[in-house]
């Protein structure tokens, strides 16, 4: 769906297939970016073999029609799409626009995409490389000078790069080195851009810019970090699910890579990049229990800390040598999402469960926006923070259960949230805002 500037519904569509003789029907959309002219790349998940793929007029575009599988075996296994809009919406013939799906015989979905440079990365989870039948192998892209991993085994992420045309320049899993007994698995949950050549994108990538991930892994002793730049003592590698930052150059090759975490549960679930810092945030647990490793914490005097909070947490780094500026804390099972605005005040958007402490609220101006807990199961909060220094809080949610999804900042005029929202009494917070725009009370 596309909302113009004053929150008008300008266009809106269904997209997916009608089903499938393996499976059930069921396609997920769960990545979203634009290019410069606001053409609109979506990546996600599908089940049906019918999705409607749209080959490029670009001889030279990748393109996969249909889901690759064996006759016996998994079959109900999802694939990952990456479809391509022009800036109305429409689906029309041509380079602009273009459908394709991306995997193998095991499942693969995106997570997340993000445009730089003439190029769409696309992020999620892994397939298969099936050196006995090719045919059924996720279609991995080796470039030279890049990273690329030849082998897959165990549950695994990857990493996929079009041109703006559609031609594919490279694709790799993300995976442990070497061969590991048990349950093995890395998720590659979120990606995002940097940029430090100035404003403003030019047709090819300039030296200091690149693409950042974030996820966690399991039992993963081999995951592919480096030892230079990131100033985490041991890596921080525990026995249970460990969030981590990796952040490729401009040759798409690994420059800095580390565990973000302690000896307990961490996970990343977004990474936000402004300039010269990535954010990374997610669940942390390593507070938990007296652990052997600690969660990394660092700040400065004056600077907001909490060790000894819930559950979520936000991870400052700096992405040219990789070193960790700001670790905290905070309140909420998790921060599902953050984002910046033009001027670096960062805006957090997580989930909270009822009976889970109390959320920590500075004080602020009355104008702002305020809600106290009003549910009785979970409810979203949005928390900002300036200069590392805690700003502004609040829970939004109805009386039933509300989950955060992701939040988007514009210039440094509004922000936006999406996410679950639960209809019970009729309690959700709507508001109709601006005369003509979009506004609906049920869902």
Not at 277 to 287: D, L, M, P, R, T
Not at 316 to 322: A, I, K, Q
Not at 379 to 397: A, D, I, M
Not at 413 to 428: E, L, P, Q, R
Request: glycine content about 14%; charged content about 15%; overall charge negative.
């Amino acid at each position: 769906m596309h909302l113009n500037k004053n929150t008008v519904r300008e266009w809106a569509t269904y997209y997916g297939g009608t089903g499938s003789s393996f499976y059930r029907s069921a396609d997920y959309g769960t990545g979203i970016d634009f290019d410069t002219l606001e053409n609109v790349f979506v990546g996600g998940y599908t089940y049906s073999d019918s999705i409607p793929t749209l080959s490029s007029s670009n001889p030279s575009a990748y393109f996969q029609s249909k889901m690759k599988y064996p006759t016996t075996g998994s079959t109900n296994q999802a694939d990952a799409f990456l479809l391509k809009l022009d800036s109305t919406g429409n689906k029309l013939t041509g380079h602009a626009t273009w459908c394709t799906m991306l995997g193998g015989e095991r499942g693969e979905g995106i997570n997340d995409v993000r445009y730089l440079n003439g190029y769409i990365y696309a992020v999620g989870d892994g397939g298969k490389i099936n050196f006995t039948t090719p045919a059924y192998s996720t279609p991995y892209q080796f470039k030279s000078g890049a990273f690329n991993q030849d082998t897959a085994s165990g549950a695994h992420g990857s990493i996929y790069k079009f041109s703006d045309q559609c031609i594919y320049d490279w694709g790799t899993p993300f995976k442990q080195e070497g061969t590991h007994s048990g349950s093995v698995y890395i998720l590659i949950n979120a990606c995002d851009v940097y940029d430090l050549g100035g404003v403003g994108k030019s047709s090819s990538l300039p030296s200091n810019s690149g693409l950042v991930i974030t996820g966690y892994a399991a039992n993963s002793p081999d995951f592919p970090k480096t030892t230079a730049g990131a100033n985490l003592p041991s890596g921080g590698y525990g026995s249970g699910d460990e969030a981590y930052l990796t952040i490729f150059n401009s040759n798409d090759n690994i420059q800095y890579s580390t565990f973000i975490g302690g000896s307990d549960q961490d996970r990343g679930y977004d990474v936000f990049c402004h300039g010269a810092k990535a954010y990374v945030v997610g669940h942390g647990g390593s507070f938990l229990s007296n652990p052997t490793v600690k969660f990394p914490f660092k700040y400065a005097p004056g600077e907001y800390i909490d060790t000894t909070g819930s559950h979520s947490f936000i991870s400052e780094f700096n992405v040219t040598d990789g070193l960790l500026k700001w670790s905290t804390l905070y309140d909420g099972d998790m921060f599902n999402s953050v984002c910046t605005d033009i001027n670096g005040m960062v805006y957090l958007h997580g989930t909270f469960t009822n009976g889970n402490g109390s959320l920590t609220v500075p004080t602020f101006p009355s104008t702002l926006y305020s809600q106290s807990f009003t549910g009785t199961q979970q409810e979203t909060f949005v928390t900002s923070f300036s200069n590392r220094v805690l700003k502004w809080s609040t829970f939004f949610g109805g009386s039933g259960q509300d989950q955060a999804q992701a939040i988007s900042a514009y210039r440094d005029k509004d922000i936006y949230v999406v996410g679950k929202g639960s209809y019970a009494s009729n309690t959700f917070p709507t508001f109709p805002g601006t005369t003509g725009g979009y506004f609906s009370t049920t869902g």
